[in-house]
């Protein structure tokens, strides 16, 4: 069975720091392109960054560029979302997902096949 794992939510005060992450396992994601994204409720899920199979080539939502890195480990079939100066817009469900389409693709939702089950992150002002 394959599964995508998001652990390191919570809560934090804003300015604060958190450190997703998303291990995968009943298959190798070594190809895959990986992002993140998120939602919050009456919202459409939104890109947040992401990153090609080799970690060659990352790319942010405007709203995280410079607050946010993605990184992976694919020893692990693991990626990351680091995450500093939060905000309170930052709070939302955090997805990851992995999508074997290009890398052309890698901000458009709908060409990601494998998702994790989400989790909370919450910023408080």
């Known amino acids: 069975q394959v599964q995508l794992v998001e652990s390191g939510g919570g809560w934090v005060q804003a300015g604060g720091s958190l450190r997703l992450s998303c291990a995968a396992s009943?298959?190798?994601?070594?190809?895959?392109?990986r992002g993140w994204f998120r939602q919050t409720p009456g919202k459409e899920r939104e890109f947040v960054a992401a990153?090609?199979?080799?970690?060659?080539?990352?790319d942010y939502a405007d709203s995280v560029k410079g607050r946010f890195t993605i990184s992976r480990d694919n020893a692990k079939n693991t990626v990351y979302l680091q995450m500093n100066s939060l905000k309170p817009g930052d709070t939302a469900v955090y997805y990851c997902?992995?999508?074997?389409?290009?890398?052309?693709?890698?901000?458009?939702?709908?060409?990601?096949?494998?998702w994790g089950q989400g989790t909370q992150v919450t910023v408080s002002s």
């Open positions: 997902a992995a999508t074997p389409s290009g890398w052309a693709q890698h901000a458009k939702r709908d060409a990601y096949n494998y």
């Open positions: 009943g298959r190798t994601f070594r190809s895959y392109a």
């Open positions: 990153i090609s199979w080799s970690g060659g080539s990352t």
